[in-house]
T-cell receptor, first 115, second 111 residues
């Protein structure tokens, strides 16, 4: 299957700092990428849809000024958690859609811990 | 609002047992249903189903979609401890084809 690389795997930061997470499709071009958040023992919750070259579409209840998404190329999307607080601590996963097949492939996820 | 419901939420079986996981959905402009297996980190793709009644098979795993009943099942035969994981069902729909995930079924296979 297609490969999606997500970096970093783990990040620990102080409250008030910003954290950037990268998501790359390594062997295919992804016009659309998705960002999910997952709390322990819960399912994936879609945060936003990232479209190459245009603004991201955020799900209801997700603050777009807090979770900045940039999809500058067909292989890279970034999620920046601005002014992170302890309640932002979570597992964040990106996914990229392989356009011809419409299958979604996931990155390995980023565990964010805000102290 | 799109909805995906999985059952059971958790299941404990012994090695060698056969299990059936269920997924039902209410989605606008249904396009496909996908099954994923999640162990420690990111979900790994198992199946994508778009047509009703056609079984997809991979080793001991198989899945089928019933568009009339708006549901799908995932079967695992001769379970092994390595099958222990959360199995996620997701349904794609709408113009931007976003996926809506169910809460998952936590499967534990004991030796």
């Amino acid at each position: 299957g297609a490969v999606v690389s997500q970096h970093p795997s783990w990040v620990i930061c102080k409250s008030g700092t910003s954290v950037k997470i990268e998501c790359r499709s390594l062997d295919f071009q992804a016009t659309t990428m998705f960002w999910y958040r997952q709390f322990p023992k819960q399912s994936l919750m879609l945060m936003a849809t990232s479209n190459e070259g245009s603004k991201a579409t955020y799900e209801q209840g997700v603050e777009k000024d807090k979770f900045l998404i940039n999809h500058a190329s067909l292989t890279l999307s970034t999620l920046t958690v601005t002014s992170a607080h302890p309640e932002d601590s979570s597992f964040y996963i990106c996914s990229a859609r392989d356009s011809p097949s419409l299958k979604l492939f996931f990155g390995s996820g980023t565990q964010l811990s805000v102290l | 609002e799109d909805k995906v419901v999985q059952s059971p939420l958790s299941l404990v079986v012994h090695e060698g047992d056969t299990v059936t996981l269920n997924c039902s959905y209410e989605v606008t402009n249904f396009r496909s249903l996908l099954w994923y297996k999640q162990e420690k980190k990111a979900p790994t793709f198992l199946f994508m189903l778009t047509s009703s009644g056609i079984e997809k098979k991979s080793g001991r795993l198989s899945s089928i979609l019933d568009k009339k009943e708006l549901s799908s099942i995932l079967n695992i035969t001769a379970t092994q401890t390595g099958d222990s994981a959360i199995y996620l069902c997701a349904v794609g729909g709408g113009s931007n084809y976003k996926l809506t995930f169910g809460k998952g079924t936590l499967l534990t296979v004991n030796p």
